[in-house]
Nanobody, 124 residues
Framework: QVQLVESGGGAVQAGGSLRLSCAASGLTFRTYAMAWFRQGPGKEREFVTAISWTGDMRDYADSVKGRFTISRDNIKNMVYLQMNSLRAEDTAVYYC????WGSGSTGSGQYDYWGQGTQVTVSA
């Protein structure tokens, strides 16, 4: 049974930082592209960032480029999202997702498994 469990969310002031973690189990982690999506209040789910299964390709939404960094640890079966210079508009539930043999697609439909999400709230 595949499980993706996010953690690290919370409340922070604008300009602050958070590091989200996603623990994966029940899958051959090194063969999966991993991504972060988010859904803000009253908004549709949107792509944030992804890393290919090989780890050599990363993609970022324009809104987070230069502020967010995705990384993975294939030994610990973890993927991380370092978020710096947070803004009020980053407030959302952040979801971890996995795509077998993926290159890091921006499309949510490409992903096979999803976590339950972790809330990030940024106050202005």
């Amino acid at each position: 049974q595949v499980q993706l469990v996010e953690s690290g969310g919370g409340a922070v002031q604008a300009g602050g930082s958070l590091r989200l973690s996603c623990a994966a189990s029940g899958l051959t982690f090194r063969t999966y592209a991993m991504a972060w999506f988010r859904q803000g209040p009253g908004k549709e789910r949107e792509f944030v960032t992804a890393i290919s299964w090989t780890g050599d390709m990363r993609d970022y939404a324009d809104s987070v480029k230069g502020r967010f960094t995705i990384s993975r640890d294939n030994i610990k079966n973890m993927v991380y999202l370092q978020m710096n210079s947070l803004r009020a508009e980053d407030t959302a539930v952040y979801y971890c997702a996995a795509d077998r043999w993926g290159s890091g697609s921006t499309g949510s439909g490409q992903y096979d498994y999803w976590g339950q999400g972790t809330q990030v709230t940024v106050s202005a």
